[in-house]
């Protein structure tokens, strides 16, 4: 595994659990093994691409076998640090907290929320579907006792820096962020942020850029039946 991690590019990583989902539904149907053509058709990235992607880690493809789902799944499973469990802890259990914490699936991937924590004493001492709403300021030794791997931040912006290095000296190695700011960690803690609202402004491109095209098609048709 990982011949040369240290150079992966982030488009690279980024490309993985698209793989791996593929290879999940394959694995569902039954079949053993493929190649990166049919791969290629299925998931719409080039057989090339998928080859080189592949490469970085060391390739795992035979000559005229093509790959074998089930291998190639557990390989980027390894990669990705999926084949093991970490523990979450959530900041902020507002609106997003609260479903972040009731959305079972990340268990089901191997994402355990342990517990969430708030400053608001209205919430703390509350029960989300079986994980409890803490009191903030116990949260340093929650995470050292409890050792857990990552802080997930779903508090105001304002709150998000003193919460990432809150959450930085308590030991995690991991911080998702959801609050819409710039934050700061130190180099051993990895830093994930996730904006909803970026895709949805690229969604909103996307749809005007395909109106913009039948428009102009539109604009076409009516000069060449003019000219007819
Ligand atoms: N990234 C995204 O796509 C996305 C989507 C939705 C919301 N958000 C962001 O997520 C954050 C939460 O949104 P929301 O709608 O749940 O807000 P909310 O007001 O419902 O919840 C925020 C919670 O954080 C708590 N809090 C504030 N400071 C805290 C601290 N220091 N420690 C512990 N708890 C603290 C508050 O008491 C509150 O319960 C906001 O920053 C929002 O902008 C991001």
Redesign the pocket.
Known sequence: MGKNNAKISNAVIKRLPRYRRYLIELKKKGVEKISSKEFSSLIGYTASQIRQDLNNFGGFGQQGYGYSVDGLYKEISAILGLDKEYRMVI?????????IAKYTHFHKQGFKVCAA????PN?IGKDLDGIEILD?EN?VEYVEEEEIDIGI????????Q??ADKLSFAGVKGIW?????DIEVPTHVALE???????LHSLAYHMNDIQKKEVAQDKHREEENLRD
């Open positions: 900041v902020g259990a507002g609106n997003l907290g609260q479903a924590f708030d400053i608001n919430l903030y949260i931040i779903c508090v105001n912006r304002d709150n998000a003193e919460v962020n959801f609050a819409p700011t942020v996730v904006h909803l609202s970026d895709s």
